[in-house]
């Protein structure tokens, strides 16, 4: 059998995995999806403020910056290219 394609899913601005996954397990069929091999990870921060889908979806939430932190280049959000 084939190898499936793989995609790396990220999910918007304060949201999370859990609810893209929800919310492309709700829209695709799933004859789609099982051709597939989606990976779902979660931004490396927890949401500091109000969500958009606050109400709609469980949290937690989590966003992929911080506008108010100055980022550290030795974490391990950074990747080397070298």
């Known amino acids: 059998m084939a190898r499936k394609p793989r995609f790396l899913c990220l999910h918007g601005f304060r949201t999370s995995a859990a609810i893209l996954k929800k919310q492309l397990t709700i829209k695709w069929p799933e004859s789609f999806l099982q051709n597939l091999d989606l990976v779902f990870i979660d931004a490396p921060y927890p949401a500091e403020g ?19 932190k100055v980022p550290n280049p ?8 070298s």
């Open 50 to 68: 109000k969500s958009e889908v606050e109400g709609i979806f469980d949290p937690p939430y989590y966003e992929w910056f911080q506008f108010n």
């Open 74 to 81: 030795n974490s391990s959000v950074f990747m080397s290219f």
